[in-house]
T-cell receptor
Framework: SQQGEEDPQALSIQEGENATMNCSYK?????LQWYRQNSGRGLVHLIL?????REKHSGRLRVTLDTSKKSSSLLITASRAADTASYFC??????????FGKGTKLTVNP | DAGVIQSPRHEVTEMGQEVTLRCKPI?????LFWYRQTMMRGLELLIY????????DSGMPEDRFSAKMPNASFSTLKIQPSEPRDSAVYFC?????????????FGAGTRLSVL
């Protein structure tokens, strides 16, 4: 069964706007990761946040983690057309396995 | 490094035929993962290896699926016989040995169509 569930399933914004995607999960985790998938390509790792961290930044990306609510959010600031892709959260528990959600499809209109 | 290399990129076959998907992980990575992606079920882990040894194959859907890793630089996923419901994109990913931080590097995938 899927661990992470992203919300919304699809998001359409204008270039320059911020995009926020949310992820909820069910069990305890060691870390939570976000990946991006461009159409017809493999997934690319974006950022990892450990269970004892609350917020992390990387360039235009900001990730938050609330373990009490079992949720995370990914914020992309000042979006660009090139950010158009699907975004997946993935959780890692006590093994090397990652469990992925079904993703948020982001469209950034120029 | 060229990244994770999968072949073929596209495979079209007829029901009942054997299909073999191939993967070359990033050199030095200890872990190799096989996933299947469909619109209905999303990205599902099928099996993963550590140092060429299968660790967890609980995601393999049925006996028609098998995976091997004969050495550190090559893995195969075989479906025999194939069925139309096996149509999906199959991804291979590899990751280095790290403690509690498994960042995975994905190949471009093999799009399988079973007619």
């Amino acid at each position: 069964s899927q661990q992470g569930e992203e919300d919304p399933q699809a998001l359409s914004i204008q270039e320059g706007e911020n995009a926020t995607m949310n992820c909820s999960y069910k069990t305890s985790i060691n870390n939570l990761q976000w990946y991006r998938q461009n159409s017809g390509r493999g997934l690319v790792h974006l950022i990892l946040i450990r269970s004892n961290e609350r917020e992390k930044h990387s360039g235009r990306l900001r990730v938050t983690l609330d373990t009490s609510k079992k949720s995370s959010s990914l914020l992309i600031t000042a979006s660009r057309a090139a950010d158009t892709a699907s975004y997946f959260c993935a959780t890692q528990g006590g093994s090397e396995k990652l469990v992925f959600g079904k993703g948020t499809k982001l469209t950034v209109n120029p | 490094d060229a990244g994770v290399i999968q072949s073929p990129r596209h495979e079209v076959t007829e029901m009942g035929q054997e299909v073999t998907l191939r993967c070359k992980p990033i050199s030095g990575h200890d872990y190799l993962f096989w996933y299947r992606q469909t619109m209905m079920r999303g990205l599902e882990l099928l099996i993963y290896f550590n140092n060429n040894v299968p660790i967890d194959d609980s995601g393999m859907p049925e006996d028609r699926f098998s995976a091997k890793m004969p050495n550190a630089s090559f893995s195969t996923l075989k479906i025999q016989p194939s069925e139309p419901r096996d149509s999906a994109v199959y991804f291979c990913a590899s990751s280095p040995r790290t403690i509690a931080k498994n960042i995975q590097y994905f190949g471009a995938g093999t799009r399988l169509s079973v007619l």
